[in-house]
């Protein structure tokens, strides 16, 4: 029996020191990655994203953070990366495949970009939404991603699929509202925004640009009566919110798919290497879930209003 436990003890030791040889080091790093399912170029690209956005106050938490890393479907080769300080969620990142054409071997070649990321308790697909709004039976705890509860993206709208006792619902996944129907069933709004409006991995954060506190359009209604601001680029976008501090964006009949009305208070500037600028317009009614997302994704799709403070 004696014999027997040393043999134990011995190939237990062996098996210890056999995975901790595989052990990633992330002694230089500010995070580590908890999924195994991504490409490489996913969780290099998220690392160091999240990297660069701790780098500013408002992501002080992303430092020494742990990122996990699910695929959003359906069929769009993209990623949602969780940023966790412990079990609790405290900001986002997306990430979306691109075909390029590589001319010189005549074949598409695929790069990953940023989205749309986001800081806040109140992450986009926080199963706490499921719960807190009322789409999970009374006591069941929701879950990231299941059979039941399924993440999709369209590249504009994240949602929920939400499918109990043979019925399907669909929940917008940032702030748990119900859609109106079948996002994959319904007309999306064309996408505006082009590859270079994206954050590659050579990208740098240069500045976040905070014009005002997050606040809540639908507090003072008063500006569905006003004039919409002329806003035709990007630049005039960027002029109008270092004047006027808070904007909202609307666009009527197609709001669900923005999640809007938005209340925009300010912009983050991202700089390549050959110091080309791109702008992501922080949006959110709330610090618990402020969102970063293009600039040019808003772009003619609709309304800018100043805010009637």
Known sequence: MKLTKLGLTILCMSMFCLFSSF?????????????????????QLAERTVKE??????????NHSTLNIMP??????????????GENIVGYVMITAEQL????????????????????SASVFDPELLSL??????????????????????????????????????VDAGNGDVLLGNPEELDEPPASETFAARIGGEHRLSNIQKTSLPFDPSENLQWLVTTPVAITSESLL?????????????????????????????????T?????????????THPS????????????KGHFYESSK
């Open 53 to 62: 956005l701790s780098k500013d106050s408002e992501f002080a938490l992303f």
């Open 289 to 300: 879930q402020i969102r970063y997302i293009p600039a040019e994704r808003l772009l003619g």
């Open 101 to 120: 054409q590589n001319e010189v071997k005549a074949t598409q070649d695929i790069t990953y970009l940023v989205t749309e990321y986001g800081v806040g």
């Open 272 to 284: 390549s290497p050959d110091m080309k600028n791109l702008h992501f317009v922080r949006i959110g």
């Open 23 to 43: 052990a990633p080091s992330f002694a230089e790093q500010r995070s580590e990655v908890a999924a195994v399912s991504a490409p490489d170029q996913v969780t």
């Open 238 to 270: 960027l002029q109008q919110l270092d004047s006027s501090k808070q904007l909202i964006f609307s666009s009527p009949g197609n709001n669900m798919w923005y999640s809007g009305p938005l209340a925009i208070s300010g912009y983050a500037t991202w």
């Open 133 to 170: 709004h009322g789409h999970l039976p009374q006591g069941e705890k929701g879950t990231i991603d299941s059979a039941s509860y399924q993440m999709k993206s369209t590249g504009i709208l994240s949602y929920w699929v939400i499918q109990i006792a043979g019925n399907s619902t669909y």
């Open 72 to 85: 959003l479907g359906p069929g769009t080769h993209s990623y949602l990366v969780h940023v966790l300080q």
